[in-house]
């Protein structure tokens, strides 16, 4: 239901970092837990990061553990993920999402999404 806007993505090679953050429109934004989600070009939509209303519960999927952070910040309606030693594979449009179960990586257990940020990771 929330209306959500990602930022920050682009072009950056091998090893290299980028911020992308998520604002969202609603003031009941801290109310949700919060979600991060990729898809590559013809590959399925794939679970990245989540964060509690809080912020001091977190989840990752194996592939960016260690090297992706998730955060955010209810004063400002943003939900962000950190990429560092960003990798080609990394490669894909980006989403955030409102979390609707909290431990979930699936798609269906997310509620209103962003229209997505391209990030391109270059050898």
């Known amino acids: 239901q929330v209306q959500l806007v990602e930022s920050g993505g682009g072009l950056v090679q091998a090893g290299g970092s980028l911020r992308l953050s998520c604002t969202a429109s609603g003031r009941t934004f801290s109310y949700y837990p919060m979600g991060w989600f990729r898809q590559a070009p013809g590959k399925e939509r794939e679970f990245v990061a989540a964060?509690?209303?809080?912020?001091?519960?977190?989840y990752y999927t194996d592939s960016v553990k260690g090297r992706f952070t998730i955060s955010r910040d209810n004063a400002k309606n943003t939900v962000y993920l950190q990429m560092n030693s960003l990798q080609p594979e990394d490669t894909a449009v980006y989403y955030c999402a409102t979390c609707q179960i909290f431990g979930s990586m699936k798609v269906p257990d997310f509620g209103s999404w962003g229209q997505g940020t391209q990030v391109t990771v270059s050898s």
């Open positions: 964060i509690s209303r809080t912020g001091l519960g977190t």
